[in-house]
C-alpha cells in the first residue's frame, strides 16, 4: 500500500486564512443578514490599474496570431521582464542584481516553500515568531521539524520571538543557524527593519555560514527612503541571500499570480563533503525541472508595472491602500487599542484588551461588530495577545469598520 507522508499529520489543524474562513462562513450562515466586512486576508480588493490591463490584452492578442504566438517560455521568465525588473527595481536604486540572478514565478509563497527542495535536511532553521505561517508549515512538510508542542512551536525550529517588549526586534539565536526566515515590512506585525537591524544580521549570516531567506513582498509599501527595501542594500547581502518578491500587493496579481526569487551567482552552500556549491545553479535546475514559466500575457502584465503610466497609476494604488491603513490606525487609537504597524505596510498589528486571547477577540470582533480580523496567534505564540486588521478594503468599507469598533470598545 503506498505511504503518505506522515510529516503532513504534524501540522496543527488546518492552514490559518482557510480556518478563518470556515468560521466566517458558518457566522453568515446562522446570520445572514449581518454585514460582514472582511479585513483577514491580505488579499487585494482594488482592480488591476489601466496600463497593466492594456498590457495583458495586448499580450492575448499577440497569442492570437501565428506571427506573434509563442508556446513554452523561458522558464526563468523572459528577458523582457527580467531586463525591466533588474534595471528599475535593483540598478537603478545601486543595486547589484542582473537580470539572470532574478527567476520569475507564479507566488512568492510558493517561492518560499519550493526554496527548502535544495537544502538539506540537516540545516537548523530560525523563523521570527510571530511568523507569516508557510515559512513555518512548508519546513513540517519537508520533515524538519518534530512534534508541535502545546504552543503550537515544533520541535527543530529556532523562534526568535517579536513583541512590543522588544520593539518587534528579535534576538540573535544564541546557537549556530543554517536558514533564517526574515520578513520586512513583517507580515503580520507591519514593523520595519532599519539599516543597522539588517547590517547586523547579514553580519551574523556570514559569520555563521548562514543563508537569510528574505521575504520583501510588501517592498513597494515602505514610504521612508532610509528604509531598505531589499536586502542586498546591505554590504555583503548578495554572498549569503535570497530574497521574494511579489506582484501580487504590489500591483494587484493576487488573482493574475506573479512573482520573483533573486538568487545572486555568488551565493554559495556547501555539500555534504564541505564543497561550495552555487546555490543559483541548484535552483535554476529545480525550477527547469519543476516549473514550466509564468504565462506570456501574465509577464506582458507585470512588464507593465515598469512603464511611466504603470508606475504612477501603482503609486496611486498603494497610496489608496496606505490612507486605510492610516485611517485604520487613527480610529483604532481613538478606541483605545495600542496599535503597531500600519505605517509602511498595509497591515496594523494591535493589541488585543487585556485578558482577551486573540480568538476570542476574533469571536467578539465578528459577533459584535461583524468585522473579520486574523488572530495574531495564529501567526505564533508569540503573537497570542495580537490581532491584524488588513487595509486591503475599500475607504467606505475601512470608514464603516472604524465606526463599528469604536461603538463597540470606545
Excluded at 470556515?22 to 472582511?38: G, L, Q, S
Excluded at 504565462?295 to 490612507?323: C, H, L, T, W
Aim: charged share 25%.
Amino acid at each position: 500500500m503506498a505511504q503518505i507522508n506522515d510529516n503532513y499529520l504534524k501540522l496543527q489543524a488546518g492552514y490559518l486564512f482557510p480556518e478563518i474562513g470556515r468560521r466566517v462562513r458558518a457566522y453568515c450562515e446562522a446570520n445572514p443578514e449581518a454585514d460582514v466586512i472582511k479585513m483577514g486576508i491580505g488579499d487585494v480588493t482594488q482592480p488591476l490599474v489601466p496600463a497593466i490591463v492594456k498590457a495583458m490584452h495586448d499580450g492575448v492578442d499577440e497569442m492570437a496570431t501565428a506571427d506573434t504566438f509563442r508556446g513554452y517560455g523561458p522558464e526563468q521568465g523572459y528577458d523582457f521582464l527580467r531586463d525591466a525588473i533588474a534595471k528599475n527595481d535593483f540598478q537603478d536604486r545601486g543595486i547589484d542584481i542582473s537580470a539572470d540572478e532574478i527567476f520569475v514565478s507564479d507566488g512568492s509563497k510558493c517561492d518560499s516553500g519550493n526554496i527548502l527542495d535544495i537544502f538539506g535536511s540537516n540545516n537548523k532553521i530560525a523563523v521570527l515568531d510571530p511568523v507569516y505561517p508557510v515559512y513555518v508549515d512548508t519546513n513540517v512538510m519537508a520533515g524538519h521539524t518534530g512534534e508541535a508542542d502545546d504552543n503550537g512551536r515544533y520541535g527543530g525550529l529556532v523562534y526568535m520571538p517579536v513583541t512590543a517588549e522588544s520593539n518587534f526586534e528579535p534576538e540573535f539565536p544564541t546557537e549556530k543557524v543554517d536558514l533564517i526566515y526574515l520578513c520586512y515590512p513583517n507580515n503580520p506585525t507591519g514593523v520595519v527593519a532599519t539599516r543597522e537591524i539588517l547590517t547586523k544580521w547579514v553580519a551574523y549570516a556570514k559569520e555563521n555560514g548562514s543563508i537569510i531567506l528574505y521575504d520583501a513582498a510588501y517592498e513597494a509599501f515602505i514610504s521612508d527612503d532610509s528604509v531598505p527595501r531589499s536586502i542586498y542594500e546591505i554590504e555583503g547581502a548578495r554572498d549569503c541571500a535570497i530574497e521574494f518578491r511579489s506582484f501580487s500587493k504590489t500591483a494587484g496579481f493576487t488573482g493574475v499570480r506573479c512573482a520573483l526569487t533573486i538568487i545572486p551567482k555568488t551565493l554559495m552552500g556547501k555539500t555534504s563533503d564541505g564543497k561550495d556549491q552555487s546555490v543559483h545553479a541548484l535552483w535554476n535546475r529545480r525550477h527547469c525541472t519543476k516549473f514550466n514559466g509564468v504565462s506570456f500575457p501574465v509577464q506582458r502584465a507585470a512588464a507593465a508595472v515598469y512603464s511611466d503610466e504603470g508606475k504612477q497609476q501603482i503609486k496611486d494604488q498603494i497610496a489608496f491602500y496606505m490612507n486605510n491603513a492610516k485611517l485604520l490606525r487613527e480610529g483604532l487609537v481613538e478606541a483605545g487599542f495600542t496599535i503597531y504597524g500600519g505605517v509602511h505596510a498595509p497591515y496594523v498589528w494591535l493589541q488585543t484588551p487585556a485578558g482577551v486571547s486573540s480568538w476570542d477577540f476574533f469571536d467578539k470582533l465578528l459577533s459584535e461588530s461583524h468585522i473579520v480580523g486574523t488572530p495574531g496567534s495564529g501567526f505564533g505564540a508569540a503573537g497570542e495577545g495580537y490581532f491584524r486588521l488588513s487595509a486591503f478594503n475599500s475607504l467606505e468599507n475601512t470608514q464603516e469598520a472604524i465606526k463599528r469598533i469604536k461603538k463597540a470598545f470606545a
